[in-house]
T-cell receptor, first 112, second 117 residues
Framework: DGGITQSPKYLFRKEGQNVTLSCEQNLNHDAMYWYRQDPGQGLRLIYYSQIVNDFQKGDIAEGYSVSREKKESFPLTVTSAQKNPTAFYLC???????????FGDGTRLSIL | AQTVTQSQPEMSVQEAETVTLSCTYDTSESDYYLFWYKQPPSRQMILVIRQEAYKQQNATENRFSVNFQKAAKSFSLKISDSQLGDAAMYFCAYRPLYTNTGNQFYFGTGTSLTVIP
């Protein structure tokens, strides 16, 4: 079955450390997205990519970085510049037209 | 700016009753898509229902239906015969058909639905 795989499910970051969240899709979708979700809140867009080797900042890109070297993969790095990284992170993809976004199961990031 | 507003942070419904969640959006576009997603405690985002703006007929998926009022920019979700498994956070989302900002989706802040046995 096609879908989006996010890993790991849980991740802990030490102070001053960069961590990378993985997102892989086998839906053959061009567009991919990263969202941050804080407790009881909605989804805030961090970065999105419409095509390989291209990506755009979303509303809260500071302290995060991404790459899109392959169509299937869109990893998110949470850098040490992100002072409040504790949140739930969702990756999504979109295949165009009337289709909805498809979401992974998320990664919960916590500070040690 | 394109914004989606869900004015009810929390709602509750008695099991087997009907509940309506509200959503309004702000746009100058005439062609767009609207979606309702459900996020249960597992945190999975599950598509509930979707609507194309050019279609006047309201979408229906089993116990879930929408009331789409284009002029009022309103897209409410009605859940009939509520079940315990309907308890979740519900998000309304909007995507313009044509945009110069890429294929962005705009989400509301969500409504937390409690189902009372």
């Amino acid at each position: 079955d096609g879908g989006i795989t996010q890993s790991p499910k849980y991740l802990f970051r030490k102070e001053g450390q960069n961590v990378t969240l993985s997102c892989e899709q086998n839906l053959n979708h061009d567009a991919m997205y990263w969202y941050r979700q804080d407790p009881g809140q909605g989804l805030r867009l961090i970065y999105y990519s419409q095509i390989v080797n291209d990506f755009q900042k979303g509303d809260i890109a500071e302290g995060y970085s991404v790459s899109r070297e392959k169509k299937e993969s869109f990893p998110l790095t949470v850098t040490s510049a992100q002072k409040n990284p504790t949140a739930f992170y969702l990756c999504a993809s979109y295949g165009g037209g009337y289709q909805p976004q498809h979401f992974g199961d998320g990664t919960r990031l916590s500070i040690l | 700016a394109q914004t989606v507003t869900q004015s009810q942070p929390e709602m509750s419904v008695q099991e087997a009753e009907t509940v309506t969640l509200s959503c309004t959006y702000d746009t100058s576009e005439s062609d767009y898509y609207l979606f309702w997603y459900k996020q249960p405690p597992s945190r999975q985002m599950i598509l509930v229902i979707r609507q194309e703006a050019y279609k006047q007929q309201n979408a229906t998926e089993n116990r879930f239906s929408v009331n789409f009022q284009k002029a009022a920019k309103s897209f409410s979700l009605k859940i009939s015969d509520s079940q315990l498994g309907d308890a979740a956070m519900y998000f309304c989302a909007y995507r313009p058909l044509y945009t110069n900002t890429g294929n962005q989706f705009y989400f509301g802040t969500g409504t937390s639905l409690t189902v009372i046995p």
